[in-house]
């Protein structure tokens, strides 16, 4: 798994790629723990180049968008497909996210 | 010449670091599933491979974390490539867990945890814990899904044992 951190004035935009798992998401919490410590307005999570994710995976996702939005922030997650895009229609979590 | 599918079977540690391995031998083995020409039978899809691969690597998680829970040992991975399906039997020899027990999560609450069982329950077929030593989980999704039962994910297990809970 790789994940980059990119701030655009208000919106940071959070890519991640490769493999999500439990052996790779604990890498990710820092990142996740600064974007809500920072307070930041607006978060893009940008899934195009994520090729697997596990539960693991979708409760980082998830608790970045909890976090956040207890705050009054926007999370929004692009480019879901494949694998990734089955396991989070089958969790419902496109009621949250629009994908 | 009829064709009888393959069995592959694969032994590594039961820890994280095995994990990606293993889903890849997985998501090889779905390939060989079905007939090898495809207009005698149903077919695969990418979505069919995804939904395999996603709840065997939830099964390997329960496996690492929970069965082993750092101590030291191995998990075997029976992969039976059929023509009409493929069953995966993971074996470990850690602690056991009761499978009937675990609930399903309340997707409303997004929860954050305790998906795993749910994600395999939704998307294979069949799945059948027996607990003991050693553990043993046997998974099954068809081709045809006329051969699925519909039923809920948590009709679909069939056995179980006594241990901890789990995801």
Not at chain 1, 4 to 26: H, M, Q, W, Y
């Given at each position: 798994?790789?994940?980059?951190?990119?701030?655009?004035?208000?919106?940071?935009?959070?890519?991640?790629?490769?493999?999500?798992?439990?052996?790779?998401?604990?890498?990710?919490?820092?990142?996740?723990?600064?974007?809500?410590?920072?307070?930041?307005?607006?978060?893009?999570?940008?899934?195009?180049?994520?090729?697997?994710?596990d539960s693991s995976g979708?409760?980082?996702?998830?608790?970045?968008?909890?976090?956040?939005?207890?705050?009054?922030?926007?999370?929004?997650?692009?480019?879901?497909?494949?694998?990734?895009?089955?396991?989070?229609?089958?969790?419902?979590?496109?009621r949250i996210f629009a994908? | 010449?009829?064709?009888?599918?393959?069995?592959?079977?694969?032994?590594?540690?039961?820890?994280?670091?095995?994990?990606?391995?293993?889903?890849?031998?997985?998501?090889?083995?779905?390939?060989?599933?079905?007939?090898?020409?495809?207009?005698?039978?149903?077919?695969?899809?990418?979505?069919?491979?995804?939904?395999?691969?996603?709840?065997?690597?939830?099964?390997?998680?329960?496996?690492?974390?929970?069965?082993?829970?750092?101590?030291?040992?191995?998990?075997?991975?029976?992969?039976?490539?059929?023509?009409?399906?493929?069953?995966?039997?993971?074996?470990?020899?850690?602690?056991?867990?009761?499978?009937?027990?675990?609930?399903?999560p309340d997707l409303d609450?997004?929860?954050?945890?305790?998906?795993?069982?749910?994600?395999?329950?939704?998307?294979?077929?069949?799945?059948?814990?027996?607990?003991?030593?050693?553990?043993?989980?046997?998974?099954?999704?068809?081709?045809?899904?006329?051969?699925?039962?519909?039923?809920?994910?948590?009709?679909?297990?069939?056995?179980?044992?006594?241990?901890?809970?789990?995801?």
């Amino acid at each position: 798994m790789n994940f980059n951190r990119e701030d655009d004035g208000d919106v940071t935009v959070l890519r991640i790629s490769g493999s999500l798992d439990a052996l790779s998401t604990p890498e990710l919490r820092p990142t996740i723990d600064a974007l809500v410590a920072e307070k930041r307005p607006a978060i893009t999570v940008d899934l195009t180049d994520l090729r697997l994710i596990d539960s693991s995976g979708v409760g980082a996702i998830v608790s970045l968008y909890k976090r956040m939005k207890a705050l009054g922030a926007k999370v929004e997650v692009v480019g879901l497909k494949d694998q990734p895009l089955a396991i989070f229609r089958l969790l419902r979590l496109d009621r949250i996210f629009a994908v | 010449m009829r064709y009888h599918g393959a069995v592959i079977h694969l032994r590594v540690p039961g820890t994280l670091r095995y994990r990606d391995l293993a889903v890849r031998v997985v998501g090889s083995a779905c390939k060989l599933v079905g007939t090898p020409d495809e207009t005698t039978g149903p077919i695969r899809n990418t979505q069919w491979d995804n939904e395999v691969v996603s709840a065997f690597g939830e099964a390997f998680n329960n496996a690492a974390i929970h069965s082993y829970d750092g101590k030291p040992g191995d998990v075997d991975i029976e992969v039976d490539a059929g023509v009409s399906a493929i069953t995966i039997r993971l074996i470990d020899y850690g602690k056991s867990f009761a499978i009937e027990e675990v609930p399903l999560p309340d997707l409303d609450a997004l929860p954050e945890s305790g998906l795993g069982l749910y994600i395999i329950r939704s998307f294979m077929d069949e799945v059948k814990y027996v607990a003991g030593s050693p553990n043993v989980l046997s998974m099954t999704k068809y081709l045809d899904p006329a051969r699925r039962q519909v039923r809920q994910p948590s009709d679909r297990l069939q056995d179980s044992g006594g241990g901890d809970s789990r995801q």
